[in-house]
């Protein structure tokens, strides 16, 4: 039984039990209907082109559910120190956090196979289907629940490169004593150049080169070194080194996630293209706006093929062989690798 009232020109149907239902010139009511909601991302340092895909996630929810569902980023790590996301998630201080493999290689031992230098992840297609089929598999599922947490979505990081201070390393022989801040595989990597690889969170960099701590980073190019203004303290970059990448994605809480009303649950399973459309966008325009500044002030160092395949001899396969070994009895390191290949294949249609 319907009663249609029209109230200053406004025409709203109320449904049995006085539920909004909506009219034709009427008030709007919420797309997905549901419960009071405020969810809270952990995530460091400020706004930035790689949080923006879920600043979009966050746009959609309130938007869908007419502000019912509020999901907030709380930058600066206020809600927990960026090597502790995932310690907050199993305690269930807040829903959803990013998390950098590579800040704490042993609480996520299988997702660092991200780290492998020279993966086939430079295509952006590629790399989003990657990472967002490789998640299911059961080493990466069976790290994240130790921690209570899931999968929700990659933040796609682009390839790395380096931006650096002093004596630009023109040859691969120039890396070996160089001091810099490289996780993972990519750490391994530059290891093999006779490098000294260090990890440390994204927020201490800055100041670590400015200072002569260390003496290049490697970030996802070009977003993060802009990003973190590390430009502003370098005097040249790598634009072709290419090393490879890492995973930043972002977890849910299992409880949390468990609790939602399966409306909510298919809400977020609808935002994912979004999102991941969005943060593809981002990185974009960061490229367009970067790379020209980064040409106009600092020193471009462009390897040549046979420097660049000298390079993946000494450091990719080799790598993957080690780390392969490494963890043995844990998981299946060689699995997850051709898992990366095959996956890559089947987008590039081979």
């Not at 449904?15 to 419960?35: F, I, K, R, W, Y």
């Not at 995932?86 to 996520?108: Q, R, S, T, V, W």
């Not at 022989?173 to 810099?180: I, L, Q, S």
């Not at 649950?265 to 935002?271: I, R, Y």
Request: glycine share 8%; aromatic share 12%; proline share 6%.
């Amino acid at each position: 039984m319907y009663r249609k009232w029209t109230v200053f020109s406004l025409s709203v149907v109320i449904g049995a039990g006085g539920t909004l239902v909506a009219g034709p010139g009427g008030l709007s009511a919420a797309e997905v209907e549901g419960p009071k909601l405020e969810w809270k991302v952990s995530v460091w340092g400020k706004r930035r082109a790689f949080t923006e895909g879920i600043e979009k996630l966050s746009e959609i929810v309130a938007e869908k559910t007419d502000g019912n569902w509020n999901i907030k980023l709380y930058y600066g790590a206020t809600l927990s120190k960026s090597r502790e996301n995932l310690d907050g998630i199993k305690l269930g201080a807040f829903e959803m956090a990013f998390f950098c493999n590579f800040y704490h290689p042993g609480k996520n031992p299988a997702w660092m196979v991200y780290t492998m230098p020279f993966l086939p992840l430079g295509d952006v297609e590629v790399s989003r289907t990657v990472r967002m089929k490789l998640p299911e598999h059961p080493a990466l599922k069976a790290d994240l629940d130790r921690w209570n947490a899931m999968f929700y979505v990659s933040t796609l990081l682009p390839q790395y490169e380096f931006l650096g201070k002093g004596e630009p390393p023109e040859e691969l022989e120039d890396w070996k004593g160089m001091r810099v801040r490289a996780g993972g595989g990519i750490g391994k990597a530059m290891e093999k150049l006779g490098a000294i690889p260090t990890s440390m969170p994204a927020t201490e960099v800055y100041t670590s080169i400015e200072r002569g701590t260390i003496d290049a980073v490697s970030f996802p190019f070009t977003y993060a070194h802009a990003a973190y203004k590390i430009h502003e303290v370098s005097d040249w970059f790598t634009a072709n080194m290419s090393p490879g990448t890492s995973e930043c994605p972002v977890v849910i809480n299992k409880d949390a996630y468990a609790a939602l009303p399966e409306q909510y649950k298919q809400l977020l399973e609808d935002a994912k293209g979004p999102v991941l459309d969005r943060q593809i966008e981002v990185y974009r325009e960061a490229d367009e706006k970067n790379l020209p500044m980064f040409e106009a002030e600092l020193e471009k160092i462009v390897y040549t093929d046979a420097q660049i395949e000298k390079f993946r001899e000494v450091a990719g396969k080799p790598v993957w062989d080690e780390w392969v070994a490494a963890n043995k009895d844990k998981f299946d390191g060689q699995e997850l690798i051709d898992r990366i290949f095959q996956i890559a294949a089947e987008v590039e249609g081979r």
